[in-house]
């Protein structure tokens, strides 16, 4: 009987082999943007240059997966959205199908490699298209085989890929699916595009992306033109400049529907002397302008020759001053240079791209949007796990009380977080709590944070709590009720006739992870709004035993999942 129970127990340790896919990412093999589905509890064995990662499908739900990014059981679990791009152990990851188990279908995810899109141009080259205003080109063309999938920057990151041509074509964009005929115009997920044409006999379809035009980026869909009377830069004849294009102060060019006429005028200087000189010509088919100081005097669009011009006590020349330098000199009263231009609110500042000016206004706010990965998830503001974009901020107004479009609780928290009162946040009862002890130690010490946190972030604190306290109910009642099993429901299980449970079993433990992960996500944000460093101390604590927690049950879940089927089935 010894001898029987202990062979029974190893019996218990065997763990099925899960099905594996073993991958060679190679730049040159012809091949961009690997395809895969993974099914619930498979592996991929990736291999790029010297390195090997693995990558398994841990749980599903009807948007979302956890993957566990190698097979050590104590890796940590990354969460992935479907439509959603996602770096892990240095690979990219399109999710672009994330299907739940239904009925007697397995949970699986379809997802495509992506590196190689931005780091492969021999095998991606064809297969990848940047929309960016000033690049030449009035919107961007492209020919799609249907099956593969093409990577489109245009306000963002979108994958887009063809499917089921016929009549119609299916477009799977950034997760999403839109069935689009021929002339259709749309915009999915920020991405503008029109199909052009479809030939179902060679399975494929003409598609241009982007919303350029005449007003919306002039300066690849607007041809430009410009003529002069005086044959270039001349400050000693008057003369008049027509375009229907212009430098502004920031060098930008500027675009108008119809021709424009610039004249040369005089600007008026101290004393009411006219001795500045606006000159205007063409340059690049553009009318551009310049400040020149002429040496006596500026009239009617002209300068008088002289070589100094004295005003009270102080002769200026040209080599004093030198207006149109981008340097304000002290007493200058130079337009160009001493009013430098910013950015104003909404409008687009970079330190690295000179198409825009380095700063915002004063008084704005810099947001980074270009390298900003944060998003807004009902009232928290997490990491998406996106690919950072262009670096190019947006200058925001925060601080005025007021919620604008572009603003939310990730940019600009003072404007657009709700204003709560102590009413509104939740109470959280801790008397006679009937759970686990370390659910118990986790709600009870978190308690003790709350003082040390804003109003809003107090509230957000509870509803973990909450969370917390209602998934260890569910939790301990499974605990009990596969305690209560008898010797009868083991020998069945040990005939795989009780496959059935044992699934549920654990899905209702991966649900068990899926909480507490998200639970242990949110307590880290609230970590950094903690000033009070005995405060932040029992926060960490509470964040690692989420996670011991985390890698019990998930060791506990896979070792069920490998055994469902029972011993001799």
């Known amino acids: 009987m010894k001898t029987l129970f ?14 594996a ?25 990736l291999n790029s240059g010297n390195a090997t990662h693995y ?20 890796t940590t679990l990354t969460t992935v959205l479907e439509g959603q791009i996602k770096k892990i152990n240095g690979t990219e990851y399109y999710m672009e199908y994330i299907t739940p188990s239904s009925g007697k279908d397995v949970a ?42 093409v990577e489109v920057m245009e306000d ?34 920020n991405l503008d595009f029109r199909l052009l044409q479809i030939d179902s006999e060679q399975k494929t379809a003409r598609i241009i992306f982007g919303d350029e035009n005449i007003n919306t980026c002039p300066v690849d869909c607007l041809a430009k033109s410009c003529t002069e009377t005086d044959g270039g830069k001349n400050y000693y004849v008057r003369s008049v400049v027509s375009s229907n294009t212009e430098y502004n102060v920031e060098d930008d060019v500027v675009y108008h529907d119809t021709m424009q006429s610039y004249p040369d005028e005089c600007l008026p200087g101290p004393q009411d002397v006219s001795y500045y000189l606006k000159e205007w010509w063409c340059d690049n088919n553009t009318a551009r302008n310049t400040i020149f100081t002429c040496t006596i005097d500026c009239i009617e669009g002209a300068c008088y020759t002289n070589e100094t011009v004295c005003i009270g006590s102080e002769c200026i020349t040209n080599e004093t001053i030198s207006c149109g330098d981008g340097i304000c000199d002290e007493g200058e009263l130079c337009p160009v240079d001493c009013d430098l231009g910013c950015a104003m609110e909404g409008e687009n500042y970079s330190t690295y791209f000179a198409d825009y000016p380095e700063r915002c206004c004063s008084g704005l706010t810099e947001w980074a949007s270009g390298t900003d990965i944060r998003e807004v998830k009902g009232d928290w503001c997490l990491d998406s796990g996106k690919v950072a974009d262009l670096d190019i901020g947006i200058c925001l107004n925060c601080g005025n009380g007021v919620c604008e479009d572009i603003e939310n609780l990730c940019n600009c928290p003072e404007d657009c977080e709700p204003v709560l009162e102590e009413s509104d946040v939740p109470v959280v009862d801790i008397t006679n709590l009937d759970i686990n002890q370390m659910s118990l130690d986790v709600v009870t010490a978190l308690e003790g944070v709350k003082p040390n946190l804003k109003i809003n972030n107090r509230a957000k604190l509870a509803g973990i709590q909450l969370n917390i306290i209602a998934t260890a109910r569910s939790y301990d009642g499974y605990e009990k009720d596969m305690k209560s099993r008898g010797i009868l429901y083991w020998l069945m299980w040990l ?13 209702i433990m991966r649900n068990t992870v899926t909480v ?54």
């Open 6 to 19: 202990i062979t029974l127990i190893s019996l218990l340790l065997i763990t099925n082999t899960v099905s």
């Open 21 to 45: 896919i073993s991958v060679n990412l190679v730049c040159g093999d012809g091949i961009c943007g690997q395809k895969f589905e993974l099914f619930q509890d498979d592996l991929l064995e």
């Open 55 to 74: 990558l398994r499908i841990y749980s599903v739900t009807e948007t979302t997966a956890l993957l566990q990014p190698g097979v050590e059981a104590n």
């Open 108 to 149: 699986s995810v379809k997802f495509i490699l992506t590196d190689e899109y931005t780091t492969c141009s021999a095998d991606c080259g064809n297969k990848t298209t940047r929309l960016k205003c000033n690049d030449g080109s009035c919107n961007n063309e492209i020919i799609i085989n249907e099956g593969d999938t």
């Open 156 to 189: 963002g990151r979108h994958m887009v890929t063809v499917e089921n041509v016929s009549d119609s074509v299916e477009l799977r964009i950034d997760g999403r699916t839109r069935t689009v005929v021929e002339g259709d115009l749309i915009a999915v997920n």
């Open 495 to 507: 005939f795989g006739q009780q496959e059935t449970q044992e699934k549920k079993d654990v899905d």
């Open 516 to 569: 507490f992960a998200d639970s242990k996500t949110k307590l880290i944000y609230l970590y950094d709004m903690i000033e009070d460093e005995n405060s932040k101390s029992v926060m960490e604590q509470q964040v690692n035993k989420l996670g011991d927690k985390i890698v019990e049950i998930t060791n506990d879940a896979d070792a069920k999942a490998a055994s469902a089927a029972g011993m001799f089935s």
